[in-house]
Nanobody
Framework: QVQLVESGGGLVQAGGSLRLSCAAS?????????????MGWFRQAPGKEREFVAT????????DLADSVKGRFTISRDNAKNTMYLQMNSLKPEDTAVYYC??????????????WGQGTQVTVSS
C-alpha cells in the first residue's frame, strides 16, 4: 500500500507562486528510498471534473504538463526523499482548485493511478 500526503497549498494573489509537495510512503517504495512509481498531479475545482495537471516518470526523466499550465508550472521529484513537487508560478484565479497527487503509471488518465492523496486547497485571488 502507498500513502501520499500533499502539503503547500494556501491562498495567494494572482501572479504569485506556491510549491506543492507530495510525500510518499509505504511498502511499494524500496528500502533505499527510491520510488518505482510514476507520479502525477491532478486538480478539481468546485463543480468540475478532476483534471490532469502534470506527470513525471519514476526516474524524473520524462514529464508531461497540461497545456493550461505549461510555462508556469514545473513538476519534479526527489526520490531520496520520496517526495514529488509542483512549483506553480504566475498563478491565475482559474488555477483555484483542490490539488491531488497520485502514484501509478505515467499518463494523463486518472485511472492509471491507483494511489491518491487527500488533496490540498489552492486558492488564487484576483
Amino acid at each position: 500500500q502507498v500513502q501520499l500526503v500533499e502539503s503547500g497549498g494556501g491562498l495567494v494573489q494572482a501572479g504569485g507562486s506556491l510549491r506543492l509537495s507530495c510525500a510518499a510512503s509505504g511498502r511499494t517504495f524500496s528500502s533505499y528510498g527510491v520510488s518505482w512509481h510514476d507520479m502525477g498531479w491532478f486538480r478539481q475545482a468546485p463543480g468540475k471534473e478532476r483534471e490532469f495537471v502534470a506527470t513525471i516518470s519514476w526516474s524524473g526523466t520524462n514529464t508531461d504538463l497540461a497545456d493550461s499550465v505549461k510555462g508556469r508550472f514545473t513538476i519534479s521529484r526527489d526520490n531520496a526523499k520520496n517526495t514529488m513537487y509542483l512549483q506553480m508560478n504566475s498563478l491565475k484565479p482559474e488555477d483555484t482548485a483542490v490539488y491531488y497527487c497520485a502514484a501509478g503509471d505515467f499518463g494523463r488518465n486518472p485511472t492509471v493511478y491507483p494511489y491518491w492523496g487527500q488533496g490540498t486547497q489552492v486558492t488564487v485571488s484576483s
